[in-house]
């Protein structure tokens, strides 16, 4: 399965990349199963999904939980809390 990744804020800044699109192992099927295998994908993944409890996750432009089933051909973004006034 390919999808399109897109990551913003700090965790941009981390891994170091505004997007990517990746083939992904057959293995990995919902978001955790994803913020697990990034991780595995180098140092800079690693730093940036660290806690990935908190990252914050958007499929197709609408926020979904870390249990949502990935996308055939989809987009996922990646982003941390964001707080604001």
């Known amino acids: 399965m390919t999808v399109k990744l897109v990551y913003f804020a700090w965790v941009r800044e981390r891994i170091g ?7 992904l192992p057959a293995d990995v099927k919902t978001v955790t199963d994803l ?16 806690r990935s409890d908190v990252i914050r996750v958007a499929i197709n ?13 989809g987009e ?10």
């Open 76 to 85: 996922v973004a990646l982003f941390p809390p964001m707080t604001g006034g």
């Open 17 to 23: 990349l505004p997007e990517e699109t990746v083939d």
């Open 35 to 50: 913020l697990a295998w990034l991780k595995t994908r180098g140092e800079n993944y690693e730093t940036a999904l660290e």
């Open 61 to 73: 432009q609408e926020h979904a939980e870390h249990t949502a089933a990935l996308p055939r051909n």
